[in-house]
């Protein structure tokens, strides 16, 4: 059975492309009939927080990421790493090493002044530290033994062959000295005793893969197989950062996209389906592969991904639209409670609508009144208006209260004046709603109701010169 995992470290939100990675990870397992499972590492003491594990776990719900197990945590899991280190030592794959941070520091110095790459020398392989007394007090660091020679190679299911000489590598930590195991130890621990068996992760670890492969091979163990997602760069072709929408993901549920609409355009974000722009999670499930993986880094599109949440905004319920976008209504001094039910006003609204405060902003005024500003009047109102908006009153007031008995009502005050509808309807607009930009006039005022409408229009009037 296919098995994927996701495994963030607790050290910040969950950002676009952790949650892309996620979604990757999830779909190819779901595709499968696999396992996803969750884990957390944890093991950066200084930086992981609970509030940090609590925003990823958060995301992951809100993204509906169902996970099959976890999540696990790997400081909860000390004893096993110090008992697979052991056994390494045993079968002479690692060693203890006693060098100070200043002595290496000082041996790094040293070989860069001759012009040579950095590395461990293997001081302390037992070869070299024969006779050697280890320093009395000191608890040392674990050393894998990396292998003198061949190469570190496997087979990437989106960039292909990789491989690097060992030659070019070192002896890394596998094991600090307090016990804690470093990120390329603890990752292949946690992926060999979870049977994990596809590595779905992004680009930037393919260094880490290469030195993991020996690891995996010196506790007998087959590869999983590994796929390195290339990164998400800003819309200039620079790492993504904050100022590209690098935020966490809650915040995109916070400024009012749906789950939906995120996971349509992150699944898109270095992936396709043909020339398919908008599918379900379904869909997703259905067609996702790894073939399709883009080789090359994607762009982050924030109008991109407005235009995708669009498209889910359009097809989402009104009742459910309405129960979204009530908050933000709230938030803007608005009652919903008081005006016309808040699913038919969606309704008229979603198809201009890109997130969900922009759908509250373009409602606003069906529960409070709102202000023309005075550039927008000084280009619709016209000397003459007043009488006409009179007789439109007059008219509204005995009129049948639907979108047919309005518009009607309109045109026959357009026609009796002798004007073109624009000269009418625009700044009736303005009186009633204080915007220019509403759905077509007789569906705007039938929902508003005839109450709210004549008081606003009669107040409008009376302003009128």
Known sequence: MIRTRFAPSPTGYLHIGGARTALFSWAYARRHGGKFILRIEDTDQERSTEASTQAILDAMQ???LDYDEGPFYQMKRLPRY?????????????????????????????????????????????????????????????????????????DDMVKGPISVQNTELDDLVIMRADGVPTYNFGVVVDDLDMNITHVIRGDDHVNNTVRQVHIFRALGAQLPFFAH?????????ERLSKRHGAVSVMQYEEEGYLPEGLI???ARLGWSHGNDEIFSVEQLVEWFDMEHVNRSPAQFNPEKLQWVNAQWLKAASDDRLARLVERFLRADGCDSSHGPALDRVVSLLKERAATLPLLADSAAYFYRRLHAPEDLKAQHYWAGLKPVMQDLY????????????LQSTIKAVVEAHGLKMPKVAMPLRLLVTGTTQTPSIDATLELIGREEVLARLGDGIAELK
């Open 229 to 237: 997602i290339p990164m998400i760069l800003g819309s200039d072709g």
């Open 394 to 405: 007059d008219r509204l007031g005995g009129v049948t209260w639907d979108k047919a008995g």
């Open 264 to 266: 349509n355009y992150l």
């Open 82 to 154: 110090a008992e697979v280190a052991e056994d390494l030592i045993r079968r002479g794959h690692a060693y203890p090493c006693y060098a100070s941070k200043d002595e290496l520091d000082n041996m790094r110095e040293q070989q860069r002044a001759r012009g040579e790459k950095p590395r461990y020398d293997g001081r302390w392989r037992p070869e070299n530290a024969r006779g050697k007394t280890p320093p009395a007090g000191v608890q040392p660091v674990i050393r894998f033994r990396n292998p003198d020679s061949g190469e570190a190679a496997f």
């Open 62 to 64: 809100w993204l509906m």
